[in-house]
Structures are given as structure tokens and as C-alpha cells.
């Protein structure tokens, strides 16, 4: 079976996920991106991601266009907070959406693809406590350059978790599989995000498949 590359595991995340390349046309449009949105990944892929989601922040100021500051900031190495916009349905109704950014690095920065990872908030109570109403770059808290954090910082029971998670367990199935408990995977999972300064398992698990922590098929492996 082949490898599944990072954008295959993007793809099958529960999150509304898209990808751009470097001329900021869609290339990835997952299935939770579908349902979110409401347009088919055939009315979107190859179009500039901002002709699709005519973001705008809450004042009506269109936020989503080609070389907009999110995919500048990214790709010139620095992490991008989670931020709010409110993005158009295909009906031609506002959705407010919490956005995170996942990069998927090349050989040259300008090349990389930009992965933006969606939840919906509610217009009046954004229940994403990260999200930001403006991008804005992400200091490393050990007062670096903004670099992302390393996995070496995690335990090897960390470590080993976030292994399974990259390769497709859910948190029922890592209990079972290394004998623990759901509450404790739940606390694992938790400190893991902690530790890597991060708002979702999403970037976690793309950050993983990077430094190479997983080269598992995406399926969770059964146990031995």
C-alpha cells in the first residue's frame, strides 16, 4: 500500500480542511469542507481561494485574496495564530468560521503549500478561545524566531500517542491499544497540545507526519 503523503491526512481529518499552492489555488477540499461551505470539491479545486470564501472580518472588509497577509506570514516561516473570519456559504450566507494554518514545506518557502483547517463559531460566541480577529504571527515562547516547536520535547508515552493519532486511531482505539484509559488518553492528548504551543490534535498530526514520527498507512494498526 502506498504511503499516504501529509495532504492525505489532511484530507481525512473531521475538520473542514483546503489546500493552496503557491499561486493560491485550491488543490484540497475535503469532505467536512463540502458539508461546512456547502460547494462540491469539483466547483472548487483549481480556483483562488478567495474568489470561493469571500472572507471578510467583522466589520465587511474582505479578508481572503491572493497573497493575502495569512499565506505571507506562513510562508516566510512564521506561525500564524488562529484567526476569525466569516466566510460564504454557497447558499450566500455568512458562516463565521475559527481558521488555523498548517504549512507542508518545500524546497524554497515561496513554493510551500498553505493548509487551512476550518471550524464553524457561532456569529455572536466564537467558541474557538485561540481565534484571533486578525492574523497575526505566533512568538515561540522560548523567545526564538517564531520556529515551529520540535517533538523532542514530548514524552516517548507522548510521543507514542501521537504516533496513533497520526495513523488514524481515535482516542478509544489508542486505550485499547496500550492499555489505558480513555480519560487518560484525553489528558495525553491534552499535554501533547500544550507542549507544542498548538489548538488542535489537526496541526499536531501534521507536525508529526513532517518529522517523519509515523510512516504507518492511514489506518490505526492492529494490535499485536
Same mark, same amino acid.
Given at each position: 500500500?502506498?504511503?499516504? /503523503?501529509?495532504? /492525505?491526512?489532511?484530507?481525512?481529518?473531521? /475538520?473542514?480542511?483546503?489546500?493552496?499552492?503557491?499561486?493560491?489555488? *485550491?488543490?484540497?477540499?475535503?469532505? $467536512?469542507?463540502? +458539508?461546512?461551505?456547502?460547494?462540491?470539491r469539483s466547483e472548487?479545486?483549481?480556483?483562488?481561494? @478567495?474568489?470561493?470564501?469571500?472572507? =471578510?472580518?467583522?466589520?465587511?472588509?474582505?479578508?481572503?485574496?491572493?497573497?493575502?497577509?495569512?499565506? !505571507?506570514?506562513?510562508?516566510h516561516g512564521r506561525?500564524?495564530?488562529?484567526?476569525? *473570519?466569516?466566510?460564504?456559504?454557497?447558499?450566500?450566507?455568512?458562516?463565521?468560521? #475559527?481558521?488555523?494554518?498548517?504549512?507542508?514545506?518545500?524546497?524554497?518557502? =515561496?513554493?510551500?503549500?498553505?493548509? %487551512?483547517?476550518?471550524?464553524?463559531?457561532?456569529?455572536?460566541?466564537?467558541?474557538?478561545? @485561540?481565534?484571533?480577529?486578525?492574523?497575526?504571527? +505566533?512568538?515561540?515562547?522560548? @523567545?526564538?524566531?517564531?520556529?515551529?516547536?520540535?517533538?523532542?520535547?514530548?514524552?516517548?508515552?507522548?510521543?507514542?500517542?501521537?504516533?496513533?493519532?497520526?495513523?488514524?486511531? #481515535?482516542?478509544?482505539?489508542?486505550?485499547?491499544?496500550?492499555?489505558? !484509559?480513555?480519560?487518560?488518553?484525553?489528558?495525553?492528548?491534552? %499535554? *501533547?497540545?500544550?507542549?507544542?504551543?498548538?489548538? #488542535?490534535?489537526? =496541526?499536531?498530526?501534521?507536525?508529526?507526519?513532517? =518529522? @517523519?514520527?509515523?510512516? $504507518?498507512?492511514?489506518?490505526?494498526?492492529?494490535? !499485536?
Amino acid at each position: 500500500m502506498r504511503r499516504p /503523503d501529509l495532504l /492525505d491526512v489532511l484530507a481525512n481529518s473531521a /475538520d473542514g480542511v483546503f489546500a493552496v499552492a503557491p499561486d493560491d489555488r *485550491i488543490i484540497l477540499w475535503n469532505d $467536512a469542507a463540502e +458539508r461546512l461551505l456547502g460547494f462540491a470539491r469539483s466547483e472548487v479545486l483549481g480556483r483562488p481561494c @478567495g474568489d470561493v470564501l469571500l472572507g =471578510e472580518n467583522a466589520r465587511g472588509e474582505k479578508t481572503c485574496f491572493s497573497g493575502c497577509r495569512v499565506t !505571507s506570514l506562513a510562508r516566510h516561516g512564521r506561525l500564524v495564530e488562529n484567526f476569525r *473570519i466569516s466566510a460564504r456559504h454557497r447558499n450566500g450566507r455568512l458562516v463565521p468560521l #475559527s481558521v488555523g494554518i498548517v504549512v507542508v514545506p518545500a524546497q524554497r518557502p =515561496e513554493l510551500s503549500t498553505i493548509v %487551512h483547517y476550518l471550524r464553524p463559531l457561532e456569529a455572536d460566541a466564537p467558541d474557538d478561545p @485561540g481565534a484571533r480577529p486578525v492574523p497575526v504571527p +505566533r512568538e515561540n515562547p522560548d @523567545g526564538g524566531n517564531g520556529d515551529a516547536p520540535s517533538l523532542t520535547i514530548l514524552s516517548p508515552r507522548e510521543r507514542e500517542i501521537l504516533r496513533l493519532m497520526a495513523e488514524g486511531c #481515535s482516542a478509544r482505539e489508542i486505550a485499547d491499544r496500550l492499555f489505558i !484509559s480513555y480519560a487518560t488518553v484525553r489528558n495525553h492528548t491534552q %499535554h *501533547i497540545l500544550e507542549k507544542l504551543h498548538m489548538h #488542535s490534535k489537526l =496541526e499536531a498530526v501534521a507536525l508529526a507526519y513532517k =518529522e @517523519g514520527l509515523t510512516t $504507518a498507512p492511514l489506518r490505526c494498526p492492529a494490535r !499485536s
